[in-house]
């Protein structure tokens, strides 16, 4: 049974930093890509960054790009998000995913391209 466990999350001042982290479990772990969405309030949940299954290749929304970073440590079975210059927009509910696709050169992903999700975390950012 696939597990995918976040941690990390919590309230930040806008500028500030955050790291969340998803430790997975019940099937080989280098063997998926990984990736990370997000929800806030009343809103779809949305692509925010994606990695392959050798950590060689990501992939950003262009909403995040140049402040997040996802890495992923496959001894560990971790998947990581580095969220630097945060914002208010950046507030909701952070999910991690697993799923066997990966298209390197995209960010089109949607839900639907992964199998495995975690509960989720909180990230709030105040202004």
């Known amino acids: 049974q696939v597990q995918l466990v976040e941690s990390g999350g919590g309230l930040v001042q806008a500028g500030g930093s955050l790291r969340l982290s998803c430790a997975a479990s019940?099937?080989?772990?280098?063997?998926?890509?990984m990736a990370w969405f997000r929800q806030a309030p009343g809103k779809e949940r949305e692509f925010v960054a994606a990695i392959n299954w050798s950590g060689g290749s990501t992939s950003y929304a262009d909403s995040v790009k140049g402040r997040f970073t996802i890495s992923r440590d496959n001894a560990k079975n971790t998947v990581y998000l580095q969220m630097n210059s945060l914002k208010p927009e950046d507030t909701a509910v952070y999910y991690c995913?697993?799923?066997?696709?990966?298209?390197?050169?995209?960010?089109?992903?949607?839900?639907?391209?992964?199998?495995?999700w975690g509960q989720g975390t909180q990230v709030t950012v105040s202004s």
């Open positions: 019940g099937r080989t772990f280098r063997s998926y890509a």
């Open positions: 995913a697993q799923g066997p696709l990966y298209r390197s050169g995209s960010n089109n992903y949607t839900p639907y391209d992964y199998d495995y």
